[in-house]
């Protein structure tokens, strides 16, 4: 499968814990992108990066959440500190510069804080 | 983004066109229009974009008006898995760095 892959699928955490997602991107594809989707409502975005330079990041995203994509491959998503508010699907999406908004989507890594 | 408003909902009997209807009055000359669906506990998933033209692919057509300011995601024959939520979205052209979702249409397909 050449598709975009998230790991993990699902995580349960505890509030006050650091949760770490990662995700990778179509081989070929420079854009990758995180966005998160809460219960009956449209993903929003959190972030992109353009190979390994993170270019936007949203309001959204407080200090507690980083992201990184060391080298231009992979991307890491953490939580600090989690809290309930935290539980929500997190999307990691990646594109061809050529074509931006082309955006092809992982599955998804579902959080539950308790 | 463009403004976009669709339908909350709607349903479609299994085997007939699902004609989704879209409006975004301010496009701009440049902008496109792009369909994603989402399918339930799935990411989302590309469908189709258009700038003037009609488009047409395996999966759908997009029929977009000539003022451009409404357009049409037509599913040809509608399965039960088609069932999802169907999101119309005008990226900015010149930055294109992220998507906007609204609410989207939710599709129900019946049997």
């Known amino acids: 499968d050449t598709g975009v892959s998230q790991d993990p699928r699902h995580k349960i955490t505890k509030r006050g814990q650091n949760v770490t997602f990662r995700c990778d991107p179509i081989s070929e594809h420079n854009r990758l992108y995180w966005y998160r989707q809460t219960l009956g409502q449209g993903p929003e975005f959190l972030t992109y990066?353009?190979?390994?330079?993170?270019?936007?990041k949203s309001r959204l995203l407080s200090d507690r959440f980083s992201a990184e994509r060391p080298k231009g491959s992979f991307s890491t998503l953490e939580i600090q500190r989690t809290e309930q508010g935290d539980s929500a699907m997190y999307l990691c999406?990646?594109?061809?510069?050529?074509?931006?908004?082309?955006?092809?989507f992982g599955p998804g890594t579902r959080l539950l804080v308790l | 983004d463009a403004k976009t408003t669709q339908p909350t909902s709607m349903d479609c009997a299994e085997g007939r066109a699902a004609n989704l209807p879209c409006n975004h009055s301010?496009?701009?000359?440049?902008?496109?229009v792009y369909w994603y669906r989402q399918i339930h506990s799935q990411g989302p998933q590309y469908i189709i974009h258009?700038?003037?033209n009609n488009e047409t692919n395996e999966m759908a057509s997009l029929i977009i008006t000539e003022d451009r300011k409404s357009s049409t995601l037509i599913l040809p024959h509608a399965t039960l898995r088609d069932t999802a939520v169907y999101y119309c979205?005008?990226?900015?052209?010149?930055?294109?760095?992220?998507?906007?979702f609204g609410g989207g249409t939710r599709v129900l397909v019946k049997p």
């Open positions: 301010t496009i701009s000359g440049n902008e496109y």
């Open positions: 979205i005008v990226p900015i052209g010149a930055a294109g760095n992220k998507l906007t």
């Open positions: 990066f353009q190979n390994e330079a993170q270019l936007e």
């Open positions: 258009g700038l003037k």
């Open positions: 999406a990646s594109s061809s510069v050529l074509q931006q908004e082309t955006q092809y």
